[in-house]
């Protein structure tokens, strides 16, 4: 029922429209297209080097990752998570723009937290991804959403952390003050 709300006044032109729900229509992230074995061979040997470089430094059940998206392509982390907690966390996410040929592009990081039950996961998403059998009833590999923007898995760094757009990462030889926020946990 219409209520008379006085202190509202629309003068002018006016037109009604249908509501539109924002969480309706095509999702944003489109895979590009890829030769599935060579990239998911090549994504799973990115990974083991990854953690291997970051277990050389640390005798840690987990590691921190950094995933780069290939130019002008989101990330579909979402697709990552299946109810359980714990088994990883995002970091932090940032938007890079990279000159290419002369042209600008925009690259996405994600820095993520990975256990052993997360790096165990995520190893069977490349696995899927690499198993015919294990095909969508369309004939898809599992996982394209995930794993086809990926174009690089690497050890996270301490720039992979860096959250301030508007200020440069410190230069290696520059003294500077840091502010630090850690998560307490009972681990």
């Given amino acids: 029922m219409p209520r008379n709300l006085e202190h509202i006044i629309l003068s002018g032109y006016v037109s009604t429209e249908q509501y539109t729900s924002p969480n309706t229509g095509r999702d944003r992230v489109i895979p590009i297209d890829r030769n ?7 994504l799973m040997t990115q990974l083991g080097m990854a953690i291997t470089s970051f ?9 921190y990752l950094e995933f780069i ?3 002008d392509c989101l990330l579909a982390f979402d697709s990552f998570e299946d109810g359980r907690k714990g088994d990883h966390r995002f970091i932090s996410s940032k938007l890079e723009k990279v000159i290419i040929d002369g042209e ?3 690259v996405y990081r994600a820095c993520v937290y990975l256990n052993t039950a997360g790096i165990s996961k995520f190893l069977n998403k490349i696995d899927a991804y690499l198993n015919p059998d294990k095909d969508s009833e369309l004939g898809n590999p599992r996982n394209t959403k995930l794993l086809n923007n990926i174009t690089a898995i690497q050890q996270a760094t301490l720039t992979s952390f860096w959250q301030e757009d508007e200020i440069e990462f410190p230069d ?3 003294a500077v003050w840091w502010e630090i926020w850690l998560r307490r946990e009972d681990t």
């Fill in 104 to 106: 600008e592009h925009k």
């Fill in 69 to 71: 998206s290939e130019k």
């Fill in 172 to 174: 290696q030889d520059e």
């Fill in 55 to 63: 277990r050389q430094h640390s005798d840690n059940d987990f590691v």
């Fill in 36 to 42: 599935r074995n060579s990239h998911g061979n090549a």
